[in-house]
Every structure is written in structure tokens, then in C-alpha cells.
């Protein structure tokens, strides 16, 4: 069998500067400790704490695998140790010899009650963490695992889409393959806000409304001015006081004319105006009957 105790410190001499020396480093001496006493559970344990605490120690990660290996949990230690060979910096001689040992699990698996599951996720990138095997033990894409006999929880995330979480189970050595595919998370599409139509002023209605009232006073006051001249003008006793009131006659007709043409003008303008106000879907007409004729009432924004 190959020695682990020298893959343990070809991995320590090679590992990166920890991001939190103190923390993550006093953990990984523990274990370092614990291993070397042959407390592989607690090594394995120092290790894990410190990979997640700082998971730039390659040195935590990979002898993680090794601990694993010792304590005989060879499907864990394979999968731990095959990432540890290909993403981490470390001296050819450590690889060949873990090479080696990921071999010697292979031989040792085949012949007992493990099966060999090829997983294949879509989208690539995606991370597949096996409950079973912890957080720690996630790998990315696809990859082969050996699985013991019985029930395994596979989860599948990526940023985006949405997680999926499958049972596989293995009950024979015959090669097995899962295919995880996830869907992409919809997205949400904000509908953009309805452009109102534009709706006439109702101002201009209103000021021509106003004016055409005051075209109608006056036109009535006058008319009854006018009228009022006339008859004192028959009873006008001397010329000057008939020459007066022929002179009032004439302003107020004047007058008379003007706010006439004032008032059907404005009329017109001031109906032309509410027309269009009242094609406003703002705007309501109310016509309610009275003992007179009809009361109209508008109503709507102004």
C-alpha cells in the first residue's frame, strides 16, 4: 500500500499562503497533529474547518482526501483526491504518487460494493455537491464517482437557473450514468407603462364658456337699455333731451349688435370646445331631467 503519511507532507510543503494565517493555519497544524498521532477522524475534521474557512489552502483540501483515505471512506477520498490532483499547484512528485494511490482505490473499489456514476450537467459550470460526501466535496462539470450500494442525494446549482436535487440509487458494479439538466430561471420582464393618449385642455372650453356668458349679459342689458331709451325718447319734451336719448338708442343697438355677434361666435367656439372635452374619456356628461327641461352636468379632470 502506498504511504499516505508522505503524501501528507509533499502537500503541506507545497500549499499556497493561507488568506487568514491564523485561523486557517492553526487549524491545518492541528490536523497536522492529529494525523501524524494517527487521529485521522480528527484530522479530517481540523481539515475540513479549515478549508472552509479559508478554501485557497489546497494543503486543507487535499489532505482531506488523504484522512479520508486512511479512515477507509475510499469513494470520498478518490473524488477529493482527483480535484486535488487537477486544480491544485503542486510538485510532480506528490501527483505521480497521487496518481497512484487514486489507482489503487479504483482496483480496491471495483472489487467491492461501489458503484462507478458518470454524471453530465447541463449548463456547463454548473457545481454538483453528493449530500452524502458534504459541501467540501464539490466538483464542477461532468465527472465519474464511485458510489456505495444504496441511496445518494445529488444536487446541481448554477447561478441563474434553477437548482435541482436528484436521488440516485446504486445497488450493482455495472457503470451508471446521470444526466442532470436545469432550467434557466424566468425572467422578469417589467411590461412598460401605457403612453395615455393625449387629452384636449379644458381650459379653452372653460374661458370660451365664460365669454359667451358675458357676450350674453351684455347683449340682454343692452337690449333692455336700448328699449328703455326708446320709450323716454317718445316723451321727450324738448329737442335736446330727444336728440339725448336717440343717441343712447344708437349706442346701445350698437352695442346690441355687437354682443350678438359675440355671443353666437362664442357659442359656437365654446360648443366646438366641449365637444371635444366630452370625447375625453376623463370627462362625463350627466343630462338629468328637471320640471324646467334639463339639467347638464360635466364632470372629469380639469
Request: proline content about 5%; charged content about 20%; glycine content about 8%.
Given at each position: 500500500?502506498i504511504?499516505?503519511?508522505?503524501?501528507?507532507?509533499l502537500?503541506?510543503a507545497?500549499?499556497?499562503?493561507?488568506?487568514?494565517?491564523?485561523?486557517?493555519?492553526?487549524?491545518?497544524?492541528?490536523g497536522?497533529?492529529?494525523?501524524?498521532?494517527?487521529?485521522?477522524?480528527?484530522?479530517?475534521?481540523?481539515?475540513t474547518?479549515?478549508?472552509?474557512?479559508?478554501s485557497a489552502?489546497?494543503?486543507?483540501?487535499c489532505?482531506?482526501?488523504?484522512?479520508?483515505f486512511?479512515?477507509?471512506d475510499?469513494?470520498?477520498a478518490?473524488?477529493?483526491l482527483?480535484?486535488?490532483?487537477?486544480?491544485?499547484?503542486?510538485?510532480?512528485?506528490?501527483?505521480?504518487?497521487?496518481?497512484?494511490?487514486i489507482?489503487q482505490?479504483?482496483?480496491?473499489?471495483?472489487?467491492?460494493?461501489?458503484?462507478?456514476?458518470?454524471f453530465?450537467v447541463t449548463?456547463e459550470?454548473?457545481?454538483?455537491?453528493i449530500?452524502?460526501?458534504?459541501?467540501?466535496?464539490?466538483?464542477?462539470?461532468?465527472?465519474?464517482?464511485w458510489?456505495g450500494?444504496?441511496?445518494?442525494h445529488?444536487?446541481?446549482r448554477?447561478?441563474?437557473?434553477?437548482?435541482?436535487?436528484?436521488?440516485?440509487?446504486?445497488?450493482?458494479?455495472?457503470?451508471k450514468?446521470?444526466?442532470?439538466?436545469l432550467?434557466?430561471?424566468?425572467r422578469?420582464i417589467?411590461?412598460p407603462r401605457?403612453?395615455?393618449?393625449?387629452?384636449?385642455?379644458?381650459?379653452?372650453a372653460?374661458?370660451?364658456?365664460?365669454?359667451?356668458?358675458?357676450?350674453?349679459?351684455v347683449?340682454?342689458?343692452?337690449?333692455?337699455?336700448?328699449r328703455?331709451?326708446a320709450?323716454?325718447?317718445?316723451?321727450?319734451?324738448d329737442?335736446?333731451?330727444?336728440?339725448?336719448?336717440?343717441?343712447?338708442?344708437?349706442?346701445?343697438?350698437?352695442?346690441?349688435?355687437?354682443?350678438?355677434?359675440?355671443?353666437?361666435?362664442?357659442?359656437?367656439?365654446?360648443?366646438?370646445?366641449?365637444?371635444?372635452?366630452t370625447?375625453?374619456?376623463?370627462?362625463?356628461?350627466?343630462?338629468?331631467?328637471?320640471?324646467g327641461?334639463?339639467?347638464?352636468?360635466?364632470?372629469?379632470?380639469f
Amino acid at each position: 500500500m502506498i504511504r499516505a503519511s508522505l503524501l501528507l507532507a509533499l502537500v503541506a510543503a507545497s500549499a499556497p499562503a493561507a488568506a487568514d494565517p491564523v485561523k486557517a493555519g492553526v487549524l491545518v497544524d492541528e490536523g497536522n497533529d492529529a494525523f501524524a498521532a494517527g487521529d485521522f477522524k480528527t484530522a479530517v475534521g481540523k481539515y475540513t474547518a479549515a478549508y472552509r474557512e479559508n478554501s485557497a489552502r489546497s494543503d486543507a483540501f487535499c489532505n482531506m482526501g488523504i484522512s479520508y483515505f486512511k479512515l477507509e471512506d475510499l469513494p470520498r477520498a478518490h473524488l477529493l483526491l482527483e480535484q486535488c490532483v487537477v486544480r491544485s499547484s503542486l510538485e510532480l512528485a506528490f501527483k505521480d504518487t497521487a496518481t497512484a494511490v487514486i489507482a489503487q482505490i479504483d482496483q480496491t473499489l471495483r472489487a467491492a460494493k461501489h458503484t462507478p456514476v458518470t454524471f453530465k450537467v447541463t449548463p456547463e459550470g454548473a457545481t454538483v455537491v453528493i449530500a452524502e460526501f458534504g459541501e467540501e466535496s464539490k466538483f464542477l462539470g461532468d465527472r465519474t464517482v464511485w458510489l456505495g450500494f444504496g441511496t445518494h442525494h445529488v444536487t446541481v446549482r448554477m447561478d441563474g437557473w434553477e437548482p435541482q436535487t436528484v436521488e440516485v440509487v446504486t445497488s450493482d458494479q455495472n457503470r451508471k450514468e446521470v444526466q442532470i439538466i436545469l432550467r434557466e430561471k424566468p425572467r422578469v420582464i417589467v411590461p412598460p407603462r401605457p403612453v395615455e393618449p393625449s387629452k384636449p385642455s379644458k381650459l379653452p372650453a372653460l374661458v370660451a364658456t365664460g365669454v359667451t356668458a358675458v357676450a350674453l349679459g351684455v347683449t340682454v342689458l343692452a337690449f333692455a337699455r336700448g328699449r328703455s331709451a326708446a320709450s323716454a325718447g317718445e316723451l321727450a319734451l324738448d329737442p335736446k333731451s330727444l336728440g339725448d336719448l336717440e343717441d343712447d338708442v344708437s349706442t346701445w343697438n350698437t352695442v346690441l349688435a355687437i354682443g350678438g355677434i359675440a355671443t353666437l361666435a362664442g357659442g359656437g367656439v365654446s360648443s366646438y370646445l366641449w365637444y371635444r372635452a366630452t370625447r375625453s374619456p376623463s370627462t362625463t356628461v350627466e343630462v338629468t331631467p328637471t320640471t324646467g327641461g334639463a339639467a347638464v352636468r360635466f364632470s372629469g379632470r380639469f
